[in-house]
């Protein structure tokens, strides 16, 4: 059962227009959110993160949104630069490990 | 991720011989978790592991994977009679303590290809 889904296998924007990653997750007693950015043949980075009792947290270009009641969260990155192509993971932490969506591959084109 | 040591980064094996996959936390992190990401899937939990102890295995197969994070040296994840189904890139990851809102430092992976 996949509880934390990435419906968007791939994004592409253009460069200084938003890119808006979306997640969805179906366990009501995740508390905590995280974004993880990855490039090829290396690890994923952590990014931002959010906790339940917020639903807006903001960190220079990257925001995140979280909507409880439709257990929905969402990574706008604006504006967007060509070092931002990357693969996107959203991931949900229940206590002591991660529980990580499919990902999204960003494409910002010049 | 420099932060996070693992070795080696390619790793080639026949079907049936043993795959062995070490990493060496950042400093100061006593926690370490691996995961798995197969081609074209997100990161899939495996095995979580303080010092000399394993908290949580149930991303584990039951079967041929084994882990370890002794008092002294590397973590070490264990593939035995490796089969096709295997190959996929190995991630580890490390925090400093058990708050669970700690971000993870991730590795740079072993990538494990089985032929």
């Not at chain 1, 950015?37 to 906790?51: D, H, V």
């Not at chain 1, 996107?88 to 932490?93: D, G, H, K, P, V």
């Not at chain 2, 008092?71 to 580890?92: H, M, N, T, W």
Request: proline share 8%; with cysteine.
């Amino acid at each position: 059962d996949q509880q934390v889904k990435q419906n968007s296998p791939s994004l592409s924007v253009q460069e200084g227009r938003i890119s808006i990653l979306n997640c969805d997750y179906t366990n009501s007693m995740f508390d905590y959110f995280l974004w993880y950015k990855k490039y090829p043949a290396e690890g994923p980075t952590f990014l931002i993160s959010i906790s339940s009792i917020k639903d807006k947290n903001e960190d220079g270009r990257f925001t995140v949104f979280l909507n409880k009641s439709a257990k929905h969260l969402s990574l706008h990155i604006v504006p967007s630069q060509p070092g931002d192509s990357a693969v996107y993971f959203c991931a949900a932490s229940p206590p002591m490990k991660l529980i990580f969506g499919q990902g999204t591959e960003l494409s910002v084109k010049p | 991720n420099a932060g996070v040591m693992q070795n080696p980064r390619h790793l080639v094996r026949r079907r049936g011989q043993e795959a062995r996959l070490r990493c060496s936390p950042m400093k100061g992190h006593s926690h370490v978790y691996w995961y798995r990401q197969l081609p074209e899937e997100g990161l899939k939990f495996m095995v979580y592991l303080q010092k000399e102890n394993i908290i949580d295995e149930s991303g584990m197969p039951k079967e041929r994977f084994s882990a370890e994070f002794p008092k002294e040296g590397p973590s070490i994840l264990r593939i035995q009679q490796v089969v096709r189904g295997d190959s996929a890139a190995y991630f580890c990851a490390s925090s400093p303590q058990t708050d669970p809102n700690s971000p993870l430092h991730f590795g740079n992976g072993t990538r494990l290809t089985v032929t």
